[in-house]
């Protein structure tokens, strides 16, 4: 049995002697019961069971009300709907809405928590280590109660696990250990494991005993077998990184890759983990071979093919699958950044950017569902809703100069955030501002949530912020405008109040 996460690390410098690390700011614990005063809700009283019986952000030991009237992020105070003060963007599918250009804040230590003046929200540095992140929009990095956080030292590509009690997460005390896997995604529901990719295997990892477990070998698989000993060069199951299994874990889409061919993908098929059966498998030509992303649907009722534009076969474009690798349908012109989830109506939908009409889109995952082919094309009779404008006009002075993600870990929502390169002007709303997103078909709306202290000079400086499939959080890179290019960010953490969907949606 192959041992997948080495437990027992101390810190960062202890596990990798090539770490160049730049010395954080001291956390500051003003009353030393073991929680930083950024993301204490009693900061001069101890109290380190966090107690809030009111649910209101300030702790029972300092709290003189106790009287269910949220403070701070959730409170009542402000330009909000319903008793929260986010604002309302008056019209998401216009590129002329309020802009709030970013505030100059000095670098956050360690722990302190930075509150917009204009929003009324709080974002909190909650690692000390430079290079130290989450690994993309679409994941949530915790487990399913937020004890844990999976994390990624970009410098070594090393996925790294800590516990969540203090700020900041990667304090010696908090380290769990270092994983082995590829493509790592917590399980729905088990705290300690981690599912993960290995060569041609399917694993878990127990990321408390560091024990990895072998869920399934497509070497010994009667379909997948003969395929692998016929292209001895093909040495890995994947999704290209961006693809997910069903939300229960049991159906997968996957690729097989080879060495041969330019390293391209060679096969897509299926699998279904409780039936342990290949339910479908397509081999691919080279000139179907430009695909993003393979993934399965959150209810694994569809395969979603993230085929570039000029895909060929029946494999152009954005395009959805059964399970068996027998029906196509065309979804959308090519493939962008995009996340699968929920609608406010609990129907199966991808949320993504569309290069045709410059928009951000809810797509139904159905095959009603047409694409837009035309630049500019129409909407009428595709089966799919306009959420986002993404103005991209560069002689308006209300132009968007910055690139976007998807995050839509909660049903019912996504966030979306936006990154800006160097000397980007932020003339739009979403320029260097993350938003929530409302997925409701009827009454799509939308809320500013934060500005974005960051600039994109490399790939691990875009903003990517994701949503925790609770809600409950919020997490982003930053280099807090600093060191543009040398990838020297961390992560910034939105705590959101309890109840606020259900106060968004009265």
Known sequence: ??????????????????????????????????IADGTDNCPSTSNADQADSDADGVGDACDATNNNEPSGPGGTNGPGTSGLPWIKVPDPLSGENPTYPLASVAVPAVGQAVTDA??????????????????????????????????????????????????????????VGTLDVAEPRWDPTDVNRIWGLQDLTIVTVDVQSGQSTTVKNFTQDATIAPILSANPDLYRVTTFEE????????????LLQGTNEDYRARYVFTWDRQQDQVLGVRALAASESRIDWVGMSSNGTWVLIGGDWDNGGNLTGLTLADRTLSQFHRM??????????????????????????DYIDLLPLETSTQPILETGGSYAGTNRTPLVRLYYDAGSAY?????????CNHPGWCVVSTYSEPNEP?????????????????????????????????YWEETQATITTDGMRIVWATNWNQNVGQERVWLMEMAMPAGWTTSLDN
């Not at 997910?244 to 874990?249: F, L």
């Not at 493939?335 to 569309?354: L, R, Y």
């Not at 132009?399 to 995050?407: A, K, R």
Request: net charge negative; glycine share 6%.
């Open 1 to 34: 049995m192959k041992t997948a996460l080495h437990v027992g690390v101390v810190c960062l410098a202890a596990m990798f002697l090539v770490v160049s690390c730049t010395p954080a700011p001291p956390v500051t614990d003003s009353d030393a019961d073991g």
């Open 118 to 175: 204009t929003f009324q929200t709080t974002q909190t540095r909650v690692v000390q280590t430079e290079g130290l992140r989450h690994e993309y929009s679409r994941f949530d990095p915790f487990n399913h109660d937020r004890s844990m956080v999976l994390l990624q030292l970009i410098a070594q590509g090393q996925w790294l696990v800590y516990r969540t009690p203090s700020v900041p997460y990667d304090q010696a005390a908090n380290a």
């Open 243 to 254: 693809g997910e299994a069903s939300a229960d874990m049991r159906y997968w889409a996957l």
């Open 332 to 357: 959308d012109y090519g493939t962008a950044h995009s996340d699968v989830g929920f609608d406010s109506d609990g129907n199966e939908v991808i949320v993504m950017q569309n290069v045709r009409t």
């Open 399 to 407: 132009g968007l100069h910055s690139g976007v993600h998807i995050s």
């Open 426 to 458: 932020e003339t739009n709303w979403l320029d260097r501002t993350i938003t929530l997103v409302r997925l409701d078909r009827a009454n799509p709306r939308v809320f500013y949530l934060a500005k974005v202290h960051g600039t994109r000079g490399a």
